[in-house]
């Protein structure tokens, strides 16, 4: 079935140092951004910018350092469904946690300063 | 299914090829790895059931007089931990999956022999460590390691435990993994996906539960263990923490492991119906698919252990509603099976009174979940001996119910005997018996109002409580016997040949016991699953070819 789907594929140094290369630049911009309290412009602003950053790294090096951008359909299917069954996880707690009413317990308008910033 | 039969006269099988210690303990043979399991999870089944017993016998009296009630919270919580994590969920994927699902894909072997076999020692340093919890004091918190029970209000051996929990669950991902990959690339030619028996696509959506689920608890209890160590605010409202994070997580992969537990045993009753009534599978695909939906709608429904932990009202009416859905696939099996059973050639053997059970305990136990679902009701039925009664009727009326009848059915391929029939249907009478005789009071006293995990209770319950310990009596009877025979027949159960039950399916082509390469030639499917017709050609073909040589 996989046998000669790009398992070998040999991917060009120069692709790999490019990567690098956007990783130092995107790690540049974390340290870069971090001085500023972009929560002074918009609320959630900070934590935006973070995960942006973070997002497009990691796409990054699982597309190139783990392969699968050359990997078979079926490793690409599975990486997918694996960040797919993340974000039941995220956005079905974080249903509960955006839509809770005002009057809670204590400990639970606790939990509104943790996961909302802003 | 296969074309082509040969009947081997060799006595060369997995089990007499290697004699000594080593020979099992750093074997890569799947069948032998099975076995393994076998052995390892009847020993914490024994012991899971040892305290299911003390809360039997605490249960007796409405006094708490047998133990303390803090006793009483390690015995519960030792008796679920047991159950859940090293029987229920290796149970029929360790042991059945692993001895069956190369032989029925017609390959020699899983596709990665050697993760397979570190599963097992994986499983037995996590289990070793729950034994060291154990014989430590146990822990108190319930099997749900529910904060602040687990971090702030527990002196006991919670972080051993978590470990223990993280450990096993790479065992249960790795078989997961193999089962998944060995599906993908190693099905025999012609073995088309829709030629599967169905026996494999449940497994294939454990599988799916098994890689997806099994991380998130890992990560939970590692940060519970972590929280409690480093006092890391997590889930501790007063470190900045949130409980109710724990219960989201946890049950993220919890409720689906209800399905872990489930699903291998839905698909061993659609091996059973289909071979005790001699007809295809009524709906095959539909049975097929619903295993698949039940994996993946079982993830979206986690928020209903929660409707009185303080979840918001509108994630409850949305995880309500994804509940019910949950019962279609469900229903479609349960219809399913007995559509196949109406105008079969059915024959009442052990494993067919297994099968008739689980249908019969597996729809109450299903049923009552629907109560369970419903937003308003579940207040009232929530921690109550309702739910107790629920869940025992799914994971024993369904579960275990489906692991007996699997054992006993290929049981003559595992170790080329027959059990005794006779004690085989009467021990299956008995374990129903009892089992009904245990649960269903619950539901009654559960409704009436008896909280769950309460060593003490009122005493106009106690009528409703010497029924349940009576019956686990009975039960407990049931569950032993099948210990006995399956060991003399061993020895001197009768030689089964290679296909007692003239069934479909490639495992009873091979020798019974198989040899150590599943096969000695290589099987080609050329027909659907369930078509008996060719079942009798082969027959007839193997009685010519002997006749002839």
């Known amino acids: 079935m996989a046998e000669h789907t790009a398992e070998h594929h040999i991917v060009p140094l120069k692709v790999y140092f490019a990567v690098f290369g956007a990783l130092m630049v995107f790690t540049a911009i974390t340290v870069f951004v971090a001085q500023f309290d972009l929560e002074h412009y918009w609320g959630p602003l900070n934590i935006i910018v973070a995960m942006t950053v973070a997002t497009i790294k990691a796409t990054l090096v699982v597309l190139y350092f783990m392969h699968v951008r050359y990997s078979s359909r079926l490793t690409q299917v599975i990486v997918v469904s694996g960040l797919f069954w993340l974000a039941i996880l995220l956005v079905f707690t974080l249903m509960d946690y955006l839509s809770e009413p005002a009057g809670q317990p204590s400990w639970a308008s606790n939990r509104k300063t943790i996961f909302l910033p802003g | 299914m296969a074309t082509e039969v040969m009947e081997t006269t060799s006595t060369r099988n997995y089990l007499n090829n290697g004699h000594t210690v080593k020979s099992w303990l750093l074997t890569l043979d799947h069948k032998r790895i099975g076995l393994l399991y076998l052995f390892s999870i009847s020993i914490f089944f024994a012991i899971g059931g040892v305290y299911a017993s003390l809360i039997r016998l605490e249960l007796i009296t409405p006094e708490g007089d047998l133990m303390t009630a803090e006793t009483y919270n390690k015995v519960f919580t030792m008796h679920g931990v047991m159950m859940i994590f090293f029987f229920l969920i290796p149970s029929i994927p360790a042991v059945m999956g692993n001895f069956l699902l190369p032989i029925m894909l017609g390959a020699k072997d899983v596709a990665f022999p050697k993760l397979n076999l570190l599963s097992w020692y994986i499983f037995i340093l996590g289990g070793s460590l729950m034994l060291i919890t154990m014989i430590n004091g146990g822990i108190d918190t319930g099997w749900t390691f529910y904060p602040p029970y687990s971090s ?398």
């Open chain 2, 152 to 549: 702030i209000y527990s002196n006991t051996q919670v972080t051993l435990a978590g470990v223990s929990i993280f450990i096993t669950g790479f065992s249960s991902i790795l078989t997961g993994l193999n089962f998944m990959v060995t599906i993908h690339t190693m099905r025999a030619p012609g073995l088309t996906w829709f030629r599967l028996p169905l026996f494999v696509w449940a497994h294939y959506a454990t599988s799916l539960i098994q890689i997806l689920g099994t991380p998130v608890v890992a990560i939970t209890v590692l940060a519970l263990a972590l929280e409690r160590t480093f006092q890391i605010g997590i889930f501790d409202p007063k470190l900045g923490g949130d409980p109710v994070l724990f219960q989201h997580m946890f049950w993220f992969y919890s409720h689906p492991a209800v399905y872990i537990m489930i699903l291998p045993s839905m698909g061993v009753i659609s091996e059973l119906i289909a071979n005790m009534t001699r007809k295809r599978i009524f709906g095959y695909h539909f049975v097929a698919f619903s295993s698949l939906a039940i994996a993946v709608f079982g993830f979206l429904v986690w928020g209903h252990h929660m409707f009185t932990s303080s979840q918001s009202m509108y994630a409850g009416m949305v995880f309500s509603l994804i509940t019910y859905a949950v019962a279609i696939p469900s229903a479609i099996k349960i219809f399913n099976w007995t559509a196949t059973i109406y105008k079969g050639s059915v024959s009442y053997d052990t494993p067919m009174i297994y099968a008739l059970a689980f249908i019969g305990l597996f729809t109450v136990g299903g049923m009552t979940g629907l109560f369970l679902a419903a937003l308003g009701l579940d207040v009232h039925l929530h921690d109550t001996y309702f739910v107790v009664a629920h869940f025992h009727y799914v994971m024993v009326g369904g579960a275990i119910i489906g692991y007996l009848g699997g054992i006993h059915f290929w049981w003559p391929k595992m170790t080329g005997r027959m059990y005794p029939e006779v004690w085989g249907r009467i021990s299956a009478a008995i374990i129903f018996l009892g089992f009904n005789l245990t649960f269903f009071p619950q539901f009654v006293v559960g409704y009436l109002g008896m909280p769950r995990r309460y060593h003490a209770y009122a005493p106009e319950f106690q009528v409703l409580h010497i029924l349940s310990s009576a019956g686990a009596s009975i039960l407990a009877v049931g569950f032993i016997m099948p210990v006995f025979y399956f060991a003399w027949s061993v020895k001197f159960g009768k030689k089964a040949g290679n296909n007692p039950w003239m069934a479909s399916g490639l495992e009873w082509q091979t020798s019974s016991p198989p040899p150590t390469e599943n096969f000695t030639y290589q099987p080609v499917v050329t027909h659907e699953p369930y078509e008996f017709e060719h079942v009798e050609e082969i027959k007839n073909a193997g009685k010519l070819e002997n006749k002839t040589a």
